[in-house]
C-alpha cells in the first residue's frame, strides 16, 4: 500500500502532465486559425526643430515630430488564445555609416487586450468623437480599444500624434531621406510563444497588407516659426511624458 503522501504526489504529477497537454494543444491550435491583418498607414505631417526632445533631455538637439493616419484591422489576430496585442509604430531611415544599422525609433504604440483580458491601467482606450462628459473617470473606465460597434483589433486614428520624438544618436535629423513609416504587432497569448509581425505568407496565417508609407524629413524650422501645441505628444495611459521644449 502507498502512502498518502506518495498517492498525493501521483495525482498532482498526473494533473500537471494533462493540464502541460492541454495547454500545448491550445498553443498549437492557433496554427489553424486564419489570419488577414490589413492596414493602411499614412503619414500627415512631419516637423524637424532643434529643442529639447524629453522632459529628461540635457541638451537641445534636432528632433522629429509626425503625424499619421491609420486605418488597421488587426481582428483576425484575435483568437481563442490572444490575451492581447501590442502594436507600434515605427520610423526607420538609412543611417549616414554603411558600419551603422539603420536607425529605427517608436513614435507610437498601444495595448490593444482582448474582450476577456482583465483591465490594465495601461490598457490603450480608442478616442472617441463624442463630446466627453464632465467626469473624466467613468469615461476612462467604459473607454475601449476600438471605436464603438467594432471589435478588437481595429483601430482609426486621424492626425494622430506621436507618443514619442524621433531624435538621431548624431543630434542631427533634418533632411534625411528614404524614411520609412512602418506598423508592427507583437501578439502576446494565455499559452505559447509570442508572434511578431509577419508580412509573408505560412499556411493560414497571411503576411500584413499594407501599413508602410515612404516619407524624407524635412529641412529644420526655426522654433519660433511653429507653436509649442503642435508639437506636443499623445499622453498614453502609462502617465509620466514630458513635452518638448
Do not use: C
Amino acid at each position: 500500500m502507498h502512502s498518502s503522501l506518495v498517492r498525493i504526489q501521483n495525482v498532482f504529477g498526473y494533473f500537471t502532465s494533462v493540464a502541460f497537454a492541454v495547454a500545448a494543444a491550445v498553443a498549437v491550435s492557433v496554427l489553424l486559425s486564419s489570419q488577414t491583418p490589413s492596414a493602411s498607414l499614412e503619414l500627415k505631417n512631419v516637423q524637424v526643430v532643434k529643442g529639447r526632445p524629453h522632459y529628461y533631455s540635457t541638451k537641445r538637439e534636432e528632433y522629429a515630430h509626425v503625424k499619421f493616419d491609420l486605418d488597421a484591422d488587426l481582428t483576425s489576430l484575435f483568437n481563442w488564445n490572444t490575451k492581447q496585442i501590442f502594436m507600434y509604430i515605427t520610423a526607420s531611415y538609412p543611417s549616414t555609416s554603411p558600419s551603422i544599422p539603420p536607425p529605427e525609433a517608436v513614435i507610437w504604440d498601444a495595448i490593444i487586450p482582448s474582450d476577456h483580458a482583465p483591465f490594465h491601467p495601461n490598457t490603450y482606450i480608442h478616442p472617441t468623437s463624442k463630446t466627453p462628459s464632465k467626469s473624466k473617470s467613468k469615461n476612462k473606465s467604459k473607454g475601449k480599444p476600438y471605436p464603438e460597434g467594432a471589435s478588437p483589433g481595429i483601430v482609426k486614428l486621424s492626425n494622430q500624434k506621436p507618443k514619442y520624438q524621433i531624435t538621431d544618436f548624431s543630434g542631427k535629423i533634418a533632411e534625411r531621406e528614404n524614411a520609412t513609416l512602418s506598423l508592427h504587432w507583437n501578439v502576446q497569448p494565455w499559452v505559447g510563444a509570442l508572434v511578431w509581425t509577419n508580412t509573408n505568407s505560412y499556411g493560414r496565417w497571411s503576411g500584413l497588407k499594407g501599413g508602410v508609407d515612404k516619407f524624407d524629413f524635412p529641412s529644420l524650422k526655426g522654433s519660433e516659426t511653429i507653436k509649442k501645441e503642435d508639437l506636443k505628444t499623445e499622453t498614453g495611459a502609462e502617465k509620466n511624458r514630458g513635452s518638448p521644449a
